[in-house]
């Protein structure tokens, strides 16, 4: 199947694809990468009247420092955030969730932020985002501003973004030296999780320092484990006190029921996960 | 309709296209390369894989809008002077196909795997291969394929066929 008819603008500027957005509203929609979007019109599950393709607009790409921040150009490509030494250095835990997400078609074309605006709660990206404290820069027609994670994310595919607005880059506090791991569950290649733990530990002298975990598809939006990081925090490094304590990981969780699995089975599952993603980032951080 | 410039397995092509068309639908019924081909409606299957600016993409996913200005690679595009590429070679020789309609797009994966990593362990080249379905199950000899054009498979002399061996460590 084909997408409905649409009309097509590609601007040039972050200001030009605003005055567009601001003259057609809810007629229009944002096309990043399209690896979401182009299905959902082939499907006609949504048929706008004007796609904005931010393709065109070369600042919206790249990874730069910022002092104590990396900060990603929301239209950088996933095969990009992915190969880049940046972010390797100050925030491995999104490299090792881009190597999961999807297959190397879709990350040669899925864009950082497209991903994130979509706001799938089984997305690969919103789990590393909490975990990271990630910095959401919108501009809109009054300006830019500036969200945390923790209320980026409002709902199934519902974030922060107005309808006037764009995101235009995301800024990650640097975790340097941090360990990292990313736990998927799925039933199939290249599918939509089950349920995912993002987990990245800072650990000094056998003893986890700091510790922060993202889960997806466990509720309507990405959540934290703050639960199993309270109880970590200050801990040993040990397999007994990671596996005690990420007992607590389905905390304040509300998982969706399917085909793939029962909420009861995620709320068991995400614990097993847990446990794995946290040993693998304390290892990593030299546990 | 909105015009198009872009380049298509080394000719330059120009047409007025509507925003909606896909990628694969200008390639298959503007341009005629029906090399590229559909395999499914959901961009799981991997079969419409082809090469935009030197990386795979999944045509079906890409409206020829945004290839405007940029350069794609088919199916068509990769034998030269009547000479089959490499990987199409070592896909005939580990008869790397069953029905055949998921080969082009494994053969353009393939390439694209071999680009970023020469020397794959099969492991690596089942999860580089992920985003391509062969629904006749053919991974087996498929993964062989790659092995092969990556010199990590040498062909046994004298069988017809050219039953492909490993190559022993010396």
Redesign the interface.
Known sequence: ????????V?PSSVEEALAALQQHGDDAKI?AG??SL??V???RLNAPEL?I?L?RIDSLRGVRDDGDAIVIGAMTPH?VVGADPLVAEHALLVAKAVAHL?????R??GTFGGALAHADPAGDLGGPARALDAQFVIAGPAGTRTVPADDFFVDLFETAISEDEILTEVRIPKHTGWGAHHEKMVRV??QWPICAVAATARVEGGTIADIAIGLANMGSTPLRARGVEEALRGQPATEDAVRAACGRAAEGANPPSDLNGSAEYRNHVVTVMCRRAVLGAVQGAGA | M?RINLTVDGMKVSDDV?????LV?YLREKLGKTGTVVGC????C?AC?VH?DG????S????A??A?GHDVTTIEGLAKDGRLHPVQEAFRECHGLQCGFCTPGMIM?SI??LNHNPQPSEQEIRV?L???LCRCTGYHNIVRAVQYASGQLVAAAGEAGGVAEEVTPA
């Open positions: 199947m084909i997408p409905a008819p649409f009309d097509y590609a096309l399209g690896q182009l299905p019109l082939r499907m796609i393709d393709g095969s999807a297959d190397a078609q879709v040669h074309r290649a290249h | 909105t509507e925003p909606r068309m896909l639908q409606d959901t961009s799981n991997g894989t935009l990386e795979s993409v999944k079906c996913n890409v409206l809008v945004q405007d994966q694209d795997l580089g992920e985003g391509n």
